[in-house]
């Protein structure tokens, strides 16, 4: 909601500063979003008229204008060369004279204007547009301002430049402060000065025409009324001070019918249409849209209709959708004679969620669906025929007022100490009673209680906190008192075999990983193809259609992270994700993270693309790979030593891929993207990413303290000829069980396949280096004793997978 401060003052003028206001207003629940001046910073600017204008003498393109400045023409009308197009005799423009200073400009300092030289004639000032003053973005000419505009009047007093426009953020309940009126009211209220009340005096009819009403659908409509102007003047001209206050709302100025009805919604809160009488086609019906009727709406789009959507139409077609905009066919124009105003109450539920559907919004459903005074709708119509009458001028017909069903007023009973108690200070029944008579909440008195009777503005009050709210506002949230909390506070240790999600998030970002945050809803085709989940869990009111499904994985979240950074030129990205996940389980009953048959566990994942290094001297360029994120994995979940089995994923490309497990259980899996899925979502490389089961993650084995060997480890290096079936961790996890426990380590250390298969090695073999440790805590190893160990590691490594030493 936007509005000027002035317009706001005319009904409620408290003693308190701009500044103060806005802070105000913020502090009873009407966040002011924005404060923002009318106009920059200027002086020296005042009203003047051309009384000549001629043809500059070097120039085609200028002329030398006469200007009467009023009481700064001392010694006669002043010289000004101007360029505007517009520039002619008889207007009264803006004048900056000798000495005035413009609008800073884009070095933040003001343009003083001087006495000047054009193409060899001087000028003494400039006329200026509305650019200029940065009024607006109009640079076609000069500022026209009216005829009657009071020579020599500083530009600032003239057009009422010093004020301030208000931007509020309301919250959806407070559909009473949509309106300046209901501000003011509010502002009343809150300091208690003085509330203008408008006075809505009839007007009296000139002729007899009505259009028959007829209200079909009840739960669509509580009141409708409507009345017939005719002889209207629709070119006539917006006066000036309702073309500004509607600038100053947001709103641009269209033609005199629909601006006075604009001004009005602004003023109080009441959204109207006109309808040109000549284009309705005998009574008009309110009802529920049938399927298969089609509007062409204001706005140009054409509309197609269903039962679920509010019309008002006449006995040939739909002409307008209810309480949201009207149709194209009545619509007002130049030619337009006789017109039908309407207001009416739309039930909120009615209105609410209409325009969605469509795919645009406007102020009136914007109001409508919070909720629309039901009581004044006859009134705002004296006031809209009145302001035509005043400007388009014609003839007013007789009121018609049709009243259904209404809002129901409920009683809501404020206890007085229950207020005390929710609030947090002690109030009295008399300081509850002023509030309420503050806000012109009428209610009756009990013995401890204030039994309220909303208005019918007021549609958020239903139960006692709404009134509690109230008071709570009124009286002022800075007097509440700073109360310390009076439970005790007890620190929660984290048990040492158990890490943080921040140590998690620390550890990851010390391997160059950045953190992303992505939504937990994800295009149904990313669970599909990447976590292969054919039945995901669709969202019932998805806020995109893209995002229909909750995801069960985190890798299409990051790929899409990915797609983003690659469109705008980055070379290398390391991101990384800790969130839930969401999976059918039928076993799940309940809990803190759970919803009935869904399972939400936590996952961590980390995405890898571009160079393994940032550019440097010191190494190689050398693109990502499988084993560098391997690494990262492993580094992540030190010192607990996890197991690499090669394995198949929906996301990963087939040969490089790899389960985690820990403790013999499978936490996760790491991989390269598949071709397929590198191919489809359009990236030149394959990234490599991870996912892994938090909970596990988290969990680290506490180091035991073991006293420093007395003795010295003995190694020994072996090259091994085995199978290319038998993997390097199994032969080293053999070489390892040794029974005596001499054997404390076993790493491999090279790979060796000749070009050529040879004696020493035959086809579908190779060679493995492995260098094994040694140690006894005990005693000294002997060589025999080594060499004994050794023998048997390389016995156990024979008969569990065929290997003997090379050569």
């Known amino acids: 909601m936007q509005f000027p401060e002035s317009w706001l003052r005319e009904f409620c003028n408290p003693p308190l500063t701009t500044a103060e206001l806005a802070d105000l207003l913020t502090m009873s629940g009407m966040e002011v979003e924005e404060l923002k001046p009318v106009a920059p910073p200027f002086a020296g600017i005042v009203v003047a008229e051309i009384v000549e204008a001629e043809q500059h003498p070097n120039a085609d393109r200028l002329r030398v204008c006469s200007v009467d400045a009023g009481p700064h023409s001392k010694d006669g009308p002043l010289q000004i060369v101007c360029g505007a197009p517009n520039a002619r005799v008889g207007i009264r423009v803006p004048l900056a004279l000798v000495g005035a200073k413009l609008p800073p400009g884009d070095d933040g ?67 009473h402060g949509l309106s300046v009126y209901g501000i003011a009211r509010e502002v009343a209220a809150l300091t208690g000065a003085p509330l203008k009340m408008p006075s809505f005096p009839p007007v009296a009819p000139a002729n007899d025409q009505r259009v028959p009403v007829k209200v079909e659908a009840s739960d669509l409509c509580g009141r409708f009324s409507g009345r017939v102007v005719r002889g209207v003047n629709p070119k006539a001209a917006t006066p000036a001070w309702m073309v500004e206050r509607l600038a100053r709302c947001g709103q641009r100025s269209v033609s005199p019918l629909v601006d006075i009805s604009n001004y009005v919604m602004f003023e109080f809160g009441r959204p109207s249409h006109i309808f040109d009488l000549d284009k309705i086609h005998g009574g008009m019906t309110v009802r529920w849209g049938k399927k298969g009727e089609t509007l062409k709406l204001l706005n140009g789009n054409t509309i197609e209709l269903d039962e679920q959507v509010g019309v008002i139409a006449d006995e040939h077609q739909v002409e307008s959708l209810a309480g949201i905009m009207g149709g194209d066919s009545t619509a007002v124009s130049d030619d337009t004679k006789n017109i039908y105003i309407e207001a009416a109450f739309w039930w909120p539920n009615a209105v609410s969620g209409r325009s969605r559907r469509y795919a645009f919004s406007t102020d009136a459903g914007h109001r409508f669906e919070r909720g629309v005074d039901p009581a004044l709708t006859v009134e705002h119509i004296e006031h809209i025929t009145r302001l035509v009458q005043d400007i388009c001028g014609g003839d007013a017909g007789p009121m018609t007022d049709w009243q259904g069903k209404l809002p129901e007023a409920k009683p809501v009973t404020l206890r007085v100490a229950r207020a005390a108690k929710v609030i947090g200070m002690p109030v009295t029944q008399d300081e509850c009673a002023g509030v309420l008579r503050r806000l012109g909440l009428q209610f009756s008195e009990g013995e401890g209680t204030l039994t309220v009777t909303p208005p019918s503005w007021r549609f958020d009050i239903a139960i006692e906190e709404d009134l509690i709210e109230e008071v709570a506002r009124v009286i002022g949230y800075q007097r509440l008192p700073a109360t310390p909390p009076l439970a005790p506070v007890m620190a929660r240790v984290r048990v040492e075999s158990q890490r943080s999600t921040h140590d998690v998030r620390h550890a990851l970002a010390s391997l160059g990983y950045q953190e992303t945050i992505n939504f937990s809803f994800v295009e149904e085709r990313w669970e599909q193809e990447l976590a292969g989940n054919a039945d995901p869990i669709k969202v019932l009111n998805p806020i995109a259609a893209p995002l229909a499904v909750m995801r069960s994985s985190l890798v299409g979240s990051l790929v899409n992270v990915l797609r983003y950074n690659l469109s705008r030129k980055a070379s290398r990205v390391r991101v990384f994700e800790l969130g839930r996940v969401f999976r059918r389980d039928a076993s799940v009953q309940a809990g803190d993270s759970t919803v009935q048959g869904i399972a939400q566990p936590q996952r961590v994942a980390g995405l890898a693309y571009g160079p393994a290094a940032s550019l440097q001297w010191g190494q190689p360029d050398k693109g990502v790979d499988f084993f560098d994120v391997k690494g990262d994995v492993e580094a992540l979940l030190a010192p607990r030593v996890a197991r690499f089995v090669a394995a198949e994923h929906p996301a990963f490309h087939p040969g490089r891929c790899a389960a985690v497990e820990l403790d013999g259980a499978v936490i996760g899996h790491v991989g390269e993207l598949h071709p397929r899925w590198r191919q489809a979502y359009e990236l030149p490389q394959a990234p490599v990413l991870f996912e892994l089961d938090l909970a596990a993650v988290q969990r680290r084995d506490v180091p035991q303290p073991k006293p420093v060997p007395r003795q010295q480890a003995a190694v020994r290096d072996l090259a091994l000829v085995v199978s290319e079936q038998v993997t ?34 035959p086809a579908g073999h190779r060679s493995l280096a492995v260098r094994l440790e040694l140690l006894d805590d005990e005693a000294t190893l002997t060589d025999d004793r080594i060499d004994a160990a050794v023998a048997q590691a390389v016995a156990r490594a024979q008969a569990a997978h065929g290997a003997h030493l090379r050569g």
């Open 728 to 761: 390097h961790e199994a032969l080293t996890g053999t070489l390892r069980a040794d029974p005596a426990g001499l054997v404390r380590g076993a790493t491999l250390f090279d790979i060796y396949k000749p070009a050529a298969p040879s004696a020493d090695i």
């Open 109 to 175: 300092q003001p343009f003083e204007i001087k006495v000047g030289k054009l193409r060899g004639v001087e000028s003494f000032g400039m006329l200026c547009s509305a650019r200029e003053l940065k009024l607006s973005e109009d640079h076609g000419g000069l500022l026209e301002l009216a005829a009657d505009a009071p020579l020599g009047q500083d530009i600032r007093q003239h057009l009422s430049l010093d004020d301030t426009l208000f931007t509020l953020k309301l919250t959806p309940n407070l559909a």
